[in-house]
């Protein structure tokens, strides 16, 4: 159906796939409704091929997968996506031509279909409620292969205008607030004054602080001091 | 808007998730259209409790990311979603509780809600296109919380009512073909057998066959022989 079609479209466009090939596709994809609901991607559906028969759509190809989730009575790998991700990686990298199968919405893909493929991916999701629409399942292993071609970063600091202040400055920040403690009398135990000191220092040091930060905090705690 | 929640709630159901917080809702999320966009997920749209603000929403949670594509000047954790999804799974352990904030389909989050997060989830995709629907920015999220939960094997190889051959019992088959090419004059040169011999293992050692496909392979060259 066209609108299938076109969110397909838009979730590969989202992973950095670029060929789309529709076998007997019911609707006309290139209809207004397929590229409304490609969302921008419409270049991936006026470059898409139409074959006739799966067998002819992946002729030129050299590894092959199907996505089903339902049993098969087929002895084949059942393979992770990520696995398939990896591999497809790999393969890419020596020029082997990989592609992926997806069945109609309802239907899903025929056994004469399946059988074709070199594997069959198996997408991880609660085995009570596994059903995905087609353009869900497109986006899922595209999202896995766009992962192994993205040096990824687990965590980074965004500080944007900003620069991470030093521990010098941060500390010299810290020391400013313990002396006005100080003076307003929130050391008068000296037991208190060293958990306390520390307490203080975890919350500020564990911190990634900014200069521009620090310096809120400055303003923030002169303008509390003025007022008392 | 009413299917997109649906469309969440199914979203969150594929990858084993329950508990949904909505903020303000503009639809009610127990419409005909929600349930229906849900596809059997509604049990989480009755569950589903409804707040008056975002800091209401996430009072008794210990940890909060939010979900933003768009660059925000904020000084703030930029992590990967699999690395949020092993955060989360460890500190779920610890019974810290988790929330993840998603915008609404078109505005996204506001500032004011962002600075509430400890982190932002940049999901990996194409810079060029990476919009996505709220149930796929969902999705992207669940699936990679759910890949936590679940032991994975990358690759496995079904063969339902049948079990892979043994070494033997393949060897036995291969004899036989060597056997009845022989009979056949397909070994005149003694260097071309020992090459065929080898293609022909090599094909059928490679692949696990399984004791019902050695079978289909005995049964299809007597049919071959027989004819000649």
Known sequence: ???????????????GLAELRLVCPKDNHLSDKAIAASSNAEKILFDAKTYSSTE??????????????RHRDQTKPI???????QNMADKSKKMQKCGILFGPERTGLTNQDVCLANAIIN??????????????AVLLIGYEFYK??????????ETNHTEIASK???????????????D????????????????????FM?????KQEIDTLYGAIKHIYRKS
Request: net charge neutral; with cysteine; charged share 20%.
């Open 1 to 15: 159906m066209a609108e299938n079609i076109g969110m397909a479209a838009r979730a590969m466009m989202n992973c």
């Open 56 to 69: 002819e759509a992946i002729a030129d190809l050299q590894w092959v997968a199907a996505t089903t989730a």
């Open 79 to 85: 393979i992770s996506a990520e696995f398939a991700a």
């Open 123 to 136: 997408i991880p999701l609660n085995p009570k409620h596994c059903s995905l629409n087609l353009s869900q």
């Open 148 to 157: 192994t071609q993205k040096e990824m970063t687990a965590q980074v600091l």
């Open 168 to 182: 010098d400055t941060t500390l010299k920040f810290c020391a400013f607030l313990e002396n006005l403690l100080s």
């Open 184 to 203: 307003c009398g929130a050391f008068k135990l000296e037991e208190k004054k060293e958990k306390m000191t520390i307490n203080l220092r975890n919350i």
């Open 206 to 210: 564990r911190t990634q602080l900014t």
